[in-house]
């Protein structure tokens, strides 16, 4: 390994998995569920808002009739399923397994940019219709709530590619697969908060 | 030497603060309007102050009174071995009791407190009929319009004595909240929304009203009258209004919401029913 | 373009050129005093890059003094308009320009700093630590503090302060009736210090929960760190909630959506309801750790254990809880129903239980004590009155229908003050003269620590106890002015002749300091109130690693037990030797990462998104950046340790 060992590092306690076997590597996976538990409050805030002002469409298009059911089921997928592999990717880091691991990070890479790009077009789409963010309550709530969650997929997809550098540079170690098993928590988490605007945005806004 | 004056001290600043409130309150009396209800609903509010007041009151004095104890009981003095015990860590007795106490404290302020919320908002009893005022906040002056009289003043307000008055709030600008201390607690001016506030004077008279929510520049210039006149006197200010005062047009009723300023105290014979910001709101609360 | 955004660039107003003239005097001082006395590589080395808790800890304070003497400047502003009715020395703009800014910084500038300045100062030792769990996040907290506190200063210079309040209530703070740059200074500004106050919740709690003395077990930890551990969680719920309504409302000025516009379906009141959910919790977050303090200082300056522990402890658990369940209580008056105000009256008068059961907790530690009265000891003994006149009128204030003669009148002005001020700031003082020793070296001069106080109390009541008056006379709070003959005029003067005796007593504290980095005489025991937790057991100040071997805990008051233990065998370390102690490197990384945040935010405040890019683009770099870092640590060696202890006489 290329860089220097110390006390972060080790001693590694093998008695538990890599990303919790330094003093270090546990301290911040706790230190990250906590933040991730604040990140629930910032989205319940954003649903919050979004259910009072979802029916405020002052004349403007409705949900009913913005919502495309394929574009949204296709976006969905694709983030479903990188939810997925990242977890094989976490699978393999468990079992040792370098190049595997790679290889299912970068497809969770690029499902991720795929589901990026689908909304960014899915936005553009509704701008072109008129539908932009200073057309009505309901959606201003929409953009920002969804924006928020296009917003830290993006950051995650950024975070994952260094994360992929440090991957190939360093192999899998006690910080590399600490790093690797943050990365994972976030990218699940988002898969979830997900399946709530999946459900409360398009599905209900379809529905009613 | 001073830590042993400290307690003295003490006592002798809550002792003149205390004698500074009894002066302040022989002296100017009738100026503190929330301890002067002149109406139903401020007699209410007044009661439950006085209530509290009482109790909390009675709080304070146990615990000011045990914080004078423990001070000048436990200093650190020649003797005070003989009643150090450093390892005295609870009491499982004492400890119930300043927990149970509060308890009951909590219950004699809630039980009335819930009962005059439910209270306030109905009507005040009363043998007349209710008159409505739509009452607006904007930048900066108050709107009163009458629905059944069809007259509109703005920066003071004429209501009938003995009668409950519906006020229902709302604002073309930023929120305010309207309130006039001796008939009443204050309600918010929001816009989008139309708020109910019940009011009554008990006697002909003139209150002060303001503005209690800061709402920009003009804000503390948002005061107005409120002149309580009997049944006859007030029909025959109706009459007059109605006779002398010119009506609103469009174009003023729209200036006066507009228009970023402070305005002069007006009146109007009548006022075109699109300017009434309460049509087009959602009610709340009531 | 450009022109005219020079013309509205510069804030112009005669107080407004002294201040300037004032900036750059105390700019042009700095520099040249670094510079003459080559201090710079010392002020980058020592302070700027530092991860260390204890310097993190005092530079929060620090800042949170330079904040509160502009938010006390403010006040005086405030209180010299209202001397006297109708007043002409400040404009009706510019009153409203310095009432928001005083309420802004004193809470989040100012109280809330100092808090976690002295959390940072104390905490760590308190438990046997030797940094917090992630002393590089922690620099983070404060630059982006910093920096956020400081671009929301610049407005007073630059493009206008905020003018809606520090409640920022819309649609006065809305686009519509506020264009222009100063609403957006509060907005990111707050934001931006917002981040890192997130981030110290995070950092606090992980440290409380994992970072413990071996032996400290949760009830045997100092009251002050399940303060700070409430606290925590208490952020850690909260502070999303402020970073969720500022970012809408920025969405809202910025770019045209309605959130809570009066039109196209927004509503103003999401606002009232966001804000506080996030606003009553941030009361607590401001008064639990003064609790903290309040507990260790009575139990010190009694010689006693503190009082009802357990019942200490869940009396803060239960108003952690309930202050989530009151908001409302801030808007009785906004058309809820009966119900909903019913609920949230009680609720709210709930909390004064458990505050009940710790102030009677309090005063019997006291109980059989032997009470010294030092001045942090007087500080802390004049929170308990005060804030129970405080909490009384809480207590009045949470009955619904007697709140709408209250509401925003300086009735509950009155009220709020006695709490943040004989609550907040008297736990800030009795803290920071408690804990000055171990942060300096030296005790703060007890006379003049006395003159300070005593002048303070009485300067206090003098300001705020006619507010209560004065608020049932009808007097609201924000106006500008106020006509004569109402009653008020005399009440008002006395309130002003009060401030200034407030701002005069501080002068008081400021030669105390001076004085004593002087003259006073310097600790060398490492326990200058014969004290009962764990950071009185190791030097002041505390060795940059805290405690060269870490401590075993068996009871509470973990170090009144070392000292007058019948069994002392067993805090008998077996004299093994030293081992290298493991320490996180300093880092430049934080102090430019906020710089960085503040050239961004101060673009957006300006709306030149150019420069809100590069700035937010530099702060990704940095994060990159510290991502591919792996060289994070460094080991102290035996002989450096030895050496340490040796000069401190305690090899």
Redesign the interface.
Known sequence: MAYPIDAHHAPVDPSVPLEYSTEDGSLKILGFWIFLAADIVLFSCLFATYIVLHNNTYGGPTAQQLFDVPGFVAETLLLLTSSFTCGLAIFEMHRNRLQPMIGWWIVTILLGMGFVAMEISEFAKYVGEGANITRSAFLSAFFILVGTHGTHVTIGIFWMIALLIQFIRYGITAVTARKAFVASLYWHFLDAVWIFIFTVVYLSGKVS | M??ML?PK??RG??FA?LS??VL?LSG?GS?????HPEGPV?Q??YN??VW??VL??L??LV??G??AY??IK???RPG??K?????????KK??VI??VI??L??IA??VP??Q???A??KPPVSAHDPIEVDVTSA?WKWIFQYPAQHIETVNYLVIPAGVPVKFMLTSV???N?F?I?EL?????T????N??LWLEANKPGVY?G???????????HM?FNVYSKSQSQFNQWVSKVKRQDPSLSLTEAHYLVNHQGLSPVLTFSSYPSSSVAQNSNTR??? | MLPHYFNHLFVTGIDIYIADVLIILTSLGIVSVLTYFKKWKWLWREWLTTVDHKKIGIMYILAAFAMFFRGGMDGLMMRTQLAVPNNHFLSAQHYDEVFTTHGTIMILFMAMPMLIGLINVAMPLQIGARDVAFPYLNAISFWTFFFGAMLFNLSFVIGGSPDAGWTSYVPLAGPHFNPGPGENYYLFGLNLAGLGTLASGINFLVTVIRMRAPGMTLMRMPMFVWSTLITSILIIFAFPVLTVALSLLTFDRLFGSHIFSMTHGGMPMMWVNLFWIWGHPEVYIVILPAFGILSEIIGTFSGKKLFGYPAMVGSQITIAFLSFVVWVHHFFTMGAGAAVNSFFGVSTMLIAIPTGVKVFNWLFTMYKGKIRFNTPMLWALAFIPTFVVGGMTGVMLAIAPADYQYHNSYFLIAHFHYMLIGGTVFGVFAGLYYWWPKMFGMKLNERLGRWHFWTFMISFNLTFLPMYLVGLMGMTRRMYTYPPGLGWSHLNMLETIGAFGQGISMTFMLINIVWSFKYAERDVTGDAWDGRALEWSTTSPAPEYNFAHVPVVYSRDAFWDMKYSKNKEKYQVKEKPYRPIHMPNNSGRPFLMGFAFFISFFGFVFEWYLVGGIGLAAVFYLMFQRSFEYNTDHYISVEEIEHTEAVTGRS
């Open positions: 001073s830590s400290s001290k003490r600043i809550a603060a500074v409130s302040l100017c100026q503190i309007a929330v301890l401020a209410q509010e439950l102050i509290s007041f909390m009151a709080v304070g615990v000011f045990l914080f423990m001070i436990y200093r650190s005070i071995e009643y150090y015990d450093p390892n005295l860590e609870g009491n004492l400890e300043w927990t509060p308890i404290i909590v302020l809630a407190t819930v005059t919320t439910y306030l908002k930048n600008g930023p929120m909240t309130w201390p009443g607690g204050m309600e918010f929001m816009p989008g929304a708020l109910g002060l303001r503005g209690a929510n800061f709402s920009g520049k003009g804000f503390a005061q709340m609360g009531m």
